[in-house]
């Protein structure tokens, strides 16, 4: 993009406009010719056409920019200003601008559909969170899988689509489960060296072989085993039954699947636990399985124990989408080996100028320490990113702590939301509930284009897509363009 062109041309639209007392949102025609520049090879305001105004405002916006589709009128008058001003600079012939004011009254009645409609929202428009209002004090979630739908079964080919590393429990914890698996006291595994072996070769008899029904007493579900303990061994938590059941029934046909006799069927082979209204594979199931893609050749990692790793390996192997219990546990034993101190100490050292994220993921356990990590905490009110944090960690505990300056907050602010990020894509509609709650005051919106943080932009887009106040959106909106400009310079 040339920035050249643009800032020029949008100083000429503020002097036009102050000329003849005519109101111009200088902000929004800067991100009209911005992306015209970036995505439609416009390098003047001489070439900007009709279609331009159509890719411009019913595609690329759509896509790019967080905006409610109620805010797309003050859109198209900052497109409408900026042909008055093309008409009128010369830039562009009578006929072309009647075209121009033609297509504009036709975008108007259509780009408040092309803003809601979910399919326009490309990676970064999607960022969104679902913290709580407490997430704007402490808080961030660690990054999990998403759930699948069960209503889909993978490619029939195991090596089409990567697993994830799976956590397995110990040999003789798993040899130990044996015992209890209520089909090997009917149908015992044959001596040999290792019963672990034998129990490999019975659920791969079972993943490939015509059962007939003999499993799930459904010839049809016993055919669908594989995809459903796959499916399984890719979410690595446990799913509702009802959506288990959702997927037996759409295999089962006409009649659906007797949900309770199959899921019984499953505990009885010692594959699947089911607990309450939730079920997942065993660790004897996982065990298993991970055997069976192997002798296939397939790669079948195995993740880390992350207790025993150290606290940037903790943070980056949290950062691949650990499921929460997991990742629950993996801090807790983690933490369980160090002393308060130690801990915070690694983990803050692991975090100074990391990306927010891994910034988060560490803020977010060092929080889970007691007041014996103080000197620790103190050694970083002097780092710039961390300071904010290490304050608001001393004074949570009341503990002696210096002021936050107005920058610092800001930056805090700025950086709190940044955190949540990763997680947006799940729970927009929350994340936006919550910010009514609980955001940040509309005056501190308004100073947070100043802030040098390097995620800036995409919170204040993100606070002009989720604010439902149509005031303090559009400052935030005004805020991101401000930062985005400053950035561009």
């Given at each position: 993009m040339s920035i050249e062109w643009v800032n020029q041309a949008i100083d000429d639209l503020r002097a036009w406009g102050r000329a003849r007392e005519v109101e111009v949102d200088a902000d929004e025609v800067r991100l009209l010719c911005d992306y015209a520049s970036d995505y439609l090879n416009v390098n003047e305001l001489g070439d900007f056409t009709p279609e331009t105004f159509d890719e411009l405002l019913l595609s690329i916006y759509p896509r790019k920019v967080i905006a409610p589709p109620e805010s797309a009128p003050e859109t198209v008058a900052a497109a409408r200003t900026l042909v008055d001003h093309l008409s009128e600079a010369g830039h562009v012939s009578a006929a072309t601008v009647a075209l121009m004011r033609e297509r504009l009254d036709d975008i108007a009645t259509r780009m408040p559909g092309a803003l809601a409609d979910e399919a326009n929202f490309g990676m970064a428009k999607s960022l969104f969170s679902s913290i709580g209002p407490e997430s704007l004090e402490q808080s961030v979630a660690i990054p999990s899988g998403e759930l699948p739908d069960l209503g889909e079964a993978p490619c029939d080919c195991p090596g089409c689509t990567p697993l994830p590393a799976v956590r397995l429990a110990g040999p003789d914890e798993l040899r130990a489960a044996l015992a209890g698996v209520p089909m090997l006291a009917v149908e015992p595994l044959p001596g040999g060296d290792d019963p672990l072996d034998a129990?490999?070769?019975?659920?791969?008899?079972?993943?490939?072989?015509?059962?007939?029904?003999?499993?799930?007493?459904?010839?049809?579900?016993?055919?669908?085993?594989?995809?459903?303990?796959?499916m399984l061994y890719r979410l690595q938590v446990r799913v509702p039954v009802t959506v288990v059941g959702d997927y037996l029934d759409e295999i089962a046909g006409d009649g659906g699947?007797?949900?309770?006799?199959v899921l019984g069927r499953l505990e009885w082979s010692g594959m699947l636990q089911v607990s309450g209204d939730t079920a997942e594979l065993t660790p004897l199931g996982v065990w298993a399985l991970r055997e069976h893609y192997l002798s296939l050749g397939v790669e079948a990692p195995q993740a880390p124990d992350l207790a025993e790793a150290d606290a940037r390996e903790l943070i980056e192997g949290l950062l691949e989408g650990v499921p929460t219990e997991l990742a629950e546990a993996d801090i807790d034993r983690w933490l369980s080996g160090r002393v308060p101190g130690e801990a915070a100490a690694e983990l803050l050292a692991a975090a100074s100028g990391a990306p927010a994220v891994a910034r988060g993921i560490a803020i977010t356990i060092v929080d889970r320490l007691g007041a014996e990590a103080e000197a620790q905490i103190r050694d970083y009110l002097e780092d710039q990113e961390l300071r904010p944090h290490a304050i608001h960690w001393l004074a949570a505990r009341g503990l002696p702590a210096p002021q936050l300056t107005q920058e610092e907050l800001l930056w805090v602010s700025v950086d709190m939301l940044a955190l949540a990020m990763p997680a947006a894509q799940e729970e927009p509609e929350i994340f936006a509930e919550n910010m009514a709650a609980s955001g940040p005051p509309a005056h501190l919106i308004e100073e947070m284009w100043r802030v040098d943080h390097p995620d800036v932009v995409d919170v204040l887009e993100l606070l002009g897509r989720s604010i439902t106040d149509g005031t303090v959106a559009k400052a935030a909106r005004k805020a991101a363009f401000k930062a985005r400009s400053r950035a561009i310079r």
């Amino acid at each position: 993009m040339s920035i050249e062109w643009v800032n020029q041309a949008i100083d000429d639209l503020r002097a036009w406009g102050r000329a003849r007392e005519v109101e111009v949102d200088a902000d929004e025609v800067r991100l009209l010719c911005d992306y015209a520049s970036d995505y439609l090879n416009v390098n003047e305001l001489g070439d900007f056409t009709p279609e331009t105004f159509d890719e411009l405002l019913l595609s690329i916006y759509p896509r790019k920019v967080i905006a409610p589709p109620e805010s797309a009128p003050e859109t198209v008058a900052a497109a409408r200003t900026l042909v008055d001003h093309l008409s009128e600079a010369g830039h562009v012939s009578a006929a072309t601008v009647a075209l121009m004011r033609e297509r504009l009254d036709d975008i108007a009645t259509r780009m408040p559909g092309a803003l809601a409609d979910e399919a326009n929202f490309g990676m970064a428009k999607s960022l969104f969170s679902s913290i709580g209002p407490e997430s704007l004090e402490q808080s961030v979630a660690i990054p999990s899988g998403e759930l699948p739908d069960l209503g889909e079964a993978p490619c029939d080919c195991p090596g089409c689509t990567p697993l994830p590393a799976v956590r397995l429990a110990g040999p003789d914890e798993l040899r130990a489960a044996l015992a209890g698996v209520p089909m090997l006291a009917v149908e015992p595994l044959p001596g040999g060296d290792d019963p672990l072996d034998a129990w490999a070769a019975r659920v791969a008899r079972l993943l490939e072989q015509d059962n007939a029904g003999a499993v799930t007493g459904s010839a049809e579900l016993d055919e669908s085993l594989y995809d459903l303990f796959d499916m399984l061994y890719r979410l690595q938590v446990r799913v509702p039954v009802t959506v288990v059941g959702d997927y037996l029934d759409e295999i089962a046909g006409d009649g659906g699947a007797d949900l309770d006799a199959v899921l019984g069927r499953l505990e009885w082979s010692g594959m699947l636990q089911v607990s309450g209204d939730t079920a997942e594979l065993t660790p004897l199931g996982v065990w298993a399985l991970r055997e069976h893609y192997l002798s296939l050749g397939v790669e079948a990692p195995q993740a880390p124990d992350l207790a025993e790793a150290d606290a940037r390996e903790l943070i980056e192997g949290l950062l691949e989408g650990v499921p929460t219990e997991l990742a629950e546990a993996d801090i807790d034993r983690w933490l369980s080996g160090r002393v308060p101190g130690e801990a915070a100490a690694e983990l803050l050292a692991a975090a100074s100028g990391a990306p927010a994220v891994a910034r988060g993921i560490a803020i977010t356990i060092v929080d889970r320490l007691g007041a014996e990590a103080e000197a620790q905490i103190r050694d970083y009110l002097e780092d710039q990113e961390l300071r904010p944090h290490a304050i608001h960690w001393l004074a949570a505990r009341g503990l002696p702590a210096p002021q936050l300056t107005q920058e610092e907050l800001l930056w805090v602010s700025v950086d709190m939301l940044a955190l949540a990020m990763p997680a947006a894509q799940e729970e927009p509609e929350i994340f936006a509930e919550n910010m009514a709650a609980s955001g940040p005051p509309a005056h501190l919106i308004e100073e947070m284009w100043r802030v040098d943080h390097p995620d800036v932009v995409d919170v204040l887009e993100l606070l002009g897509r989720s604010i439902t106040d149509g005031t303090v959106a559009k400052a935030a909106r005004k805020a991101a363009f401000k930062a985005r400009s400053r950035a561009i310079r």
